[in-house]
């Protein structure tokens, strides 16, 4: 699986001949099938979680002296971990087949009835880096809106990816499904990235998920279709009329929970009418466990808070780190978020529901959110299941990815043998 003989090129068209024909297989796949291979595939994961804990400790251990904690973090599966895995795919199998969907139906004047009709959009290639479930979450979303899937993971992952794999094909081959609708790129060699993305032939979408510099590179050099998850600078603004304990405990939820996901809140804007009590609330509850970095203003509130520097407000820090700015009322703080946001997520902790509803509107980003953190960022909490990614652009889809995103749609055009004046 990690074969650095192989050829990149052949390699890609391979998986590519291989997924094309799966996909085909699975256009006529019923719900139920879909629904027996998540499941098998489920027991697959619980039944192999020793040989998966084994393999995700080699992948751990290659990188555990070369990577921050956060990266490792997102990079670990635990039992637990792999139980959400497992769980993920039932849920999946729960939910409404979205395929075959009636969008849209109307009669023209001379008696042909048309339809919009959900269906699959073919084959997905998912470049992702470190986290392992990601593959097993894609895959089931793949699976169940009926696309065939090439996935490449991280190298620092490969070993965990293999089992995971393997596992979803348990699950499609006890289905009676094309196993091949579930398929990695068996080569590190970054090459093969390259020819993916430009498998133009095979593979009709390309979705990355991991930092900047990925999904930068698969805008810059795909030649497919991308659905782009840029990076999470996510901000959470206290509002004048905020309640401040409530705002404490939802921003170190929102920052803490886990630094190293993209709904993790990177900064902290404080409204100026309450700075004075919410800046030092905040730098106690944070205490030694997240280091902050504020302007003027905050820093003179509370000596534990580092000056910061113009870079701080764009960064994403996937780190127990975070920026704190002081601004002068909502239409500031809407400027601020808008200007830094990476249009990710952004939440303001309000009980004003109309600086709520402003905010919202306001700001161009894929998730508002008013009074709650921003870790629920996430396409299980949604009640998607599971999410292939947080989409921050405008077309097709936008948000949490999801089984209704990985479809699209074609027209069934009805007559009783009319012909066209």
């Avoid at 003989?5 to 590519?16: F, K």
């Avoid at 990076?231 to 959470?236: A, E, I, Q, V, W």
């Amino acid at each position: 699986m990690n074969d650095q003989t192989l050829d990149p090129a052949i390699h890609i068209h391979e998986l590519g001949s291989n997924a094309r024909a799966a996909a085909k297989g699975l256009l006529t796949a019923s719900t139920d099938a879909k629904n027996t291979a998540l499941r098998a595939a489920a027991k697959a994961l619980r039944d192999s979680q020793a040989e998966l804990l084994e393999a995700n400790g080699k992948d751990v251990d290659s990188v555990a002296d070369k990577k921050p904690e956060s990266f490792v973090d997102r990079l670990r599966l635990t039992p637990d971990r792999i139980e959400g895995m497992a769980s993920a795919l039932e849920q999946i199998a729960e939910l409404p087949d979205p395929v075959g969907r009636q969008l849209a139906e109307f009669d023209r004047p001379n008696g042909l009835k048309i339809e919009r009709v959900a269906v699959p959009i073919g084959v997905i290639g998912m470049i992702y880096e470190s986290r392992p479930n990601v593959g097993a979450d894609a895959s089931a979303l793949c699976l169940k809106s009926g696309n065939a899937v090439i996935l490449r993971g991280g190298s620092e992952s490969r070993n965990s990816t293999r089992v995971i794999v393997r596992c979803m094909q348990e699950g499609l081959k006890a289905a009676g499904l094309p196993e091949h609708a579930v398929q990695t790129v068996g080569t590190t060699d970054r090459a093969a990235v390259a020819e993916l993305l430009k498998a133009d032939e095979f593979v009709d979408l390309v979705i990355p998920r991991g930092g900047r510099g990925l999904v930068e590179l698969v805008r810059d050099q795909a030649s497919v279709p991308t659905l782009l998850h840029l990076d999470g600078n996510c901000h959470t603004y206290i509002h004048a009329k905020a309640d401040l304990d409530k705002a404490a405990e939802v921003i170190r939820n929102a920052k803490l929970r886990r630094t190293g996901v993209c709904g993790a809140t990177e900064s902290i804007v404080v409204d100026k009418a309450v700075a004075e009590q919410a800046i030092p609330k905040i730098a106690a509850i944070f205490g030694d466990d997240c280091e902050l970095r504020g302007d003027e203003t905050a820093v003179a509130l509370a000596p534990s808070i580092k000056p910061a520097t113009d870079e701080d407000w764009g960064t994403e820090y996937l780190d127990p780190i975070a920026s704190v700015k002081v601004v002068d009322g909502l239409d500031e703080a809407i400027d601020w978020v808008d200007t830094y946001s990476s249009h990710h997520t952004d939440a303001i902790i309000t009980e004003d529901d109309d600086a709520a509803a402003k905010f919202m509107t306001s700001i161009d980003s894929a998730i508002l959110m008013h009074n709650a953190s921003t870790q629920f960022a996430d396409g299980g909490e949604f009640g998607m299941g599971a999410e292939i990614g947080i989409a921050t652009g405008k077309m097709h889809a936008r948000g949490p990815v999801g089984l209704e995103q990985l479809t699209s749609f074609k027209y069934l055009v009805h007559g009783k043998g009319q012909t066209r004046p």
